[in-house]
């Protein structure tokens, strides 16, 4: 495990986690899964969203409220707007 104590992306973190499920004692399985699920969820809870629509109309992928080009969360849910030329590792 040499990535204990690195900072790591949301992709690679949960494949460590899926990976360490099987050191996990069985009796706390169902835990550890219940866990990973909300970790899953959480993540992509955090994605930015891509607009939709034309240059001139953009709508939030996510709520569908209206954006301005310029804006770079949604004014009705405040999830992170993703642009085409965001440059992303995640």
């Known amino acids: 495990m040499a990535e204990i104590g690195r900072a790591v992306s949301r992709k690679k973190a949960l494949k460590i986690l899926r ?3 099987s050191a996990v004692p069985p009796d706390r399985v169902p835990d550890y899964d219940a866990a990973l699920s909300r970790v899953t969820y959480e ?3 955090h ?3 891509k607009p939709k ?3 001139g ?3 939030c992928g996510y709520c ?3 954006v301005r080009p310029i804006d ?3 004014p009705n849910c405040g999830r ?3 642009r085409d030329d965001d440059n992303r590792n995640d």
Do not use: H
């Open 47 to 49: 994605d930015p969203v």
């Open 43 to 45: 993540f992509k809870r």
């Open 19 to 21: 990976e360490t499920r």
């Open 57 to 59: 109309l953009l709508v």
């Open 72 to 74: 770079n969360y949604c």
């Open 80 to 82: 992170e707007i993703k």
């Open 64 to 66: 569908s409220m209206m």
């Open 53 to 55: 629509g034309s240059a």
